[in-house]
Every structure is written in C-alpha cells, then in structure tokens.
C-alpha cells in the first residue's frame, strides 16, 4: 500500500518562541514527535508532504489574524523541522486537499492512504481528513503527532464528526 504523510501548519508562527499566547503548543514534544514520524515514512520511501496554512497579505488580516501571512518569515515551514522533500503545498483554508495541486499529486503518485500530523488536531487536522473522506480518500490521524489548543468539548465534537465520516486514529 502506498501512502504518504501529511505534516499540516507546522510552522513558525504556531511554534517559534514569538508566536501568540493562544497557540500554546508544546513545540519541543510535538516537533520530535513530527520529524520522528517524517524520518520514518522517509526511511520506508514513503512520500512526505508538507502544508502551510496562508493568508493573504492585507492590512486588514494582519490586524484580525496577525499570523501565517503570506510572504513573513512566520508563514514558513517551523525552523525545527525536518525537511525530507520538495512537496509543500499551501492552503487558503483549512481543507488541505483543496490545493488543486496537492489533489493532482494524489492522483499521480496513486495514494491509497493519507497519514496526517501537524496542526491543529482539532482545526486544519479534522478539515483535512473530513475533506479526504468527502473525496473517497481514506485518511487517517496520527495521534502522537498531533496537538490541539482547544477545549476537550471541542475536540470531542471533532473526534464525532471524525468517527461518522469513518476517519481513522492511529
């Protein structure tokens, strides 16, 4: 089965020291959590594909959001990362898969499954793996490479729409 890892939002932004206090991630667990993940799709030749969450750059998203604006050092890939590859698509909204170019490289490369890390499980994480499902893709979750900033009730509602559209943890 061939499948790929999706690493979502894992930026400077949400991780660096200077990000907002409302993304209070735990950036030095997650991050070993994700590049041990990467390392080990890579080590078995599986794709790694990286996504950045982006907003245009406007005077008026840089007051309301202030964060992952197109063209700042913030938007980009978190520094700790590790990159293993050239796929890196952005996204507008949370549904990674609404990058035409990312569906296209699905669609090449022939994925069965989608294995996805990143931020937020609870955000851009559900949107992404709801969007998979929508699509006939089967898409599942990897818990120890994920983190939410949201309530549990939250996150227990996201987990319900997760387990009705038959998305995966893993």
């Given at each position: 089965m061939f499948t790929a890892l999706?690493?979502?939002?894992?930026?400077?932004d949400y991780l660096w020291d200077k990000r907002k206090p409302k993304f209070a991630y735990d950036t030095k667990g997650l991050t070993a959590a994700v590049n041990e993940l990467i390392?080990?799709?890579?080590?078995?030749?599986q794709d790694?594909?990286?996504?950045r969450h982006i907003i245009q750059d406007l005077p008026t998203n840089r007051l309301i959001f202030g964060f992952s604006i197109a063209g700042t050092?913030?938007?980009?890939?978190?520094d700790g990362?590790?990159?293993?590859?050239?796929?890196?698509?952005?996204?507008?909204?949370?549904d990674a898969l609404s990058n035409k170019q990312l569906r296209e490289l699905i669609d090449k490369k022939g994925y069965k499954e989608?294995?996805?890390?990143?931020?937020d499980e609870c955000g851009?994480?559900?949107?992404?793996?709801?969007g998979a499902a929508k699509r006939g893709i089967t898409a599942k979750i990897i818990?120890?490479?994920t983190a939410s900033v949201f309530p549990e009730k939250k996150i227990e509602k996201a987990h319900q729409k997760l387990r009705k559209a038959n998305v995966e943890f893993i």
């Open positions: 999706i690493v979502i939002d894992m930026q400077n390392h080990e799709y890579h080590d078995k030749e790694v594909i990286y996504i050092k913030g938007a980009e890939l978190y990362l590790d990159i293993v590859s050239d796929h890196c698509f952005d996204k507008l909204v949370g989608l294995h996805l890390c990143g931020l851009c994480v559900t949107s992404t793996a709801l818990r120890r490479g």
